[in-house]
């Protein structure tokens, strides 16, 4: 899978924004008939999490995440098909959740599994071949948003964190790891 650079980011998202609702819509449709278990990773908790939050900010994760699905599609082509979507997904979440986790000092886990699943985190992301540029994106647009009111700022950093996730779940499915197993 190609990184993709700032301007080719820019212009894939600028299409989608462009789109028309059907043409969304039905793109949408797809991810959750053959992904379901993905699409309730986007509509479900964790925009219900930010919504506790601030509904603006859910919101703006709910439209970010079409943003990201769609640069992935217009990108790479559609997603390969999983033989078990649900497994493979939550067993990944499981993962970057655990990964997540040891990248933080307040959660006492042993030293050397946190070493371990420190070096995998990093391991794991640039195999994924997380897309830099995408993820500048992303943050760029939640930052300005919640600029626009203080009440908004509360719910940044999660809604940067569940995009984190979403691109790394995204860029996990794309590499090709998941394309030999599908």
């Not at 925009?47 to 939050?53: L, P, R, W």
């Not at 703006?60 to 990108?75: G, T």
């Not at 940044?156 to 499915?173: A, E, H, K, M, P």
Request: glycine share 2%; with cysteine; proline share 2%.
């Amino acid at each position: 899978m190609e990184i993709l650079n700032e301007v080719q980011v820019r212009d894939i998202i600028s299409q989608g924004r462009s789109a028309s609702e059907n043409i969304i819509t039905t793109m949408l449709d797809e991810i959750e008939a053959d992904y379901p278990t993905i699409y309730r990773f986007i509509y479900g908790e964790p925009s219900d999490d930010i919504a506790t939050i601030n509904k603006d900010m859910a919101n703006l994760y709910l439209d970010l995440s079409c943003d990201v699905i769609w640069f992935y599609v217009k990108s790479y082509g559609n997603p390969p098909k999983l033989k078990s979507e649900e497994e493979w997904t939550l067993g990944q979440l499981s993962l970057i959740d655990a990964e997540l986790k040891s990248l933080k000092n307040e959660i006492s886990i042993n030293k050397k599994i946190k070493n371990n699943l420190q070096e995998r985190f990093i391991k794991r992301s640039l195999e994924a071949n997380i897309q830099l540029e995408l993820m500048q994106y992303l943050q760029n647009e939640v930052a300005k948003y919640a600029s626009f009111k203080k009440a908004r700022s509360a719910a940044s950093q999660v809604t940067n964190n569940y995009l984190f996730i979403l691109v790394r779940l995204l860029g996990d499915l794309y590499s090709s790891e998941t394309r030999k197993e599908a």
